[in-house]
């Protein structure tokens, strides 16, 4: 009996000495591209330029603006996250929210970036899509077969019936993603810009 009474108090002792955190799970939304769009306060091809995991409370990647499609100017430098993972000199497609207050380094000493305006990625992430030359697609040669594309989570955004992704619906995917030709998907993009005219 000892022995079950001390470890109860040692369990009550590390509950009063550790931090309480609350952690929610939500699941990422299904969203049509034309309504992710809408969701967005900015819609842009950028290239990652920099990072920082260290400095804020959450990961904070700069970027350039390549092409805008809504709520920025091309060249324009822009900063976002909060998910781990993207490539620094890679290309995105990203779909952005804008944050009310911008995002301050967690010490004045460690600046970072300093305190800068900040947009959140959104739907658990998937409104961030990679850009890479790949293999996938359809033709008779390689030629036809190789192609810069834009990696679209087709579970959670659907695209127009119209748009052909690869691999088809039909094969499974890591996470239900699937490439789309790049020059496609901008095309679609800038459609959608053209119709919020």
Not at 83 to 103: D, Q, S, T
Not at 184 to 189: E, H, I, N, R, T
Request: glycine share 8%.
């Amino acid at each position: 009996m000892p022995v079950s009474i001390s470890i109860l108090a040692i369990l009550v002792q590390l509950t009063f000495a550790q931090e309480t955190r609350v952690i929610t799970i939500t699941e990422p939304g299904v969203y049509e591209l034309s309504d992710l769009f809408k969701q967005a306060d900015t819609v842009a091809l950028v290239k990652v330029v920099s990072g920082d995991t260290e400095t804020y409370s959450v990961a904070v990647y700069k970027a350039e603006i390549v092409k805008s499609f809504k709520g920025a100017a091309v060249g324009e430098t822009i900063y976002f996250g909060p998910f781990l993972g993207e490539r620094l000199g890679w290309e995105y497609v990203l779909f952005l929210r804008n944050v009310a207050k911008p995002i301050v380094p967690k010490t004045a000493s460690n600046g970072g970036y300093g305190t800068v305006h900040y947009s959140e990625v959104f739907d658990e992430g998937y409104s961030s899509m990679m850009v890479s030359y790949e293999c996938v697609f359809d033709g008779k040669d390689t030629a036809q077969q190789c192609d810069d594309g834009v990696r679209v989570c087709t579970d959670y955004i659907r695209l127009p019936k119209t748009v052909r992704a690869f691999p088809p619906v039909t094969e499974n995917t890591p996470f239900g993603c699937r490439w789309v030709r790049k020059s496609v998907f901008v095309s679609l993009l800038e459609d959608l810009a053209n119709s919020k005219k």
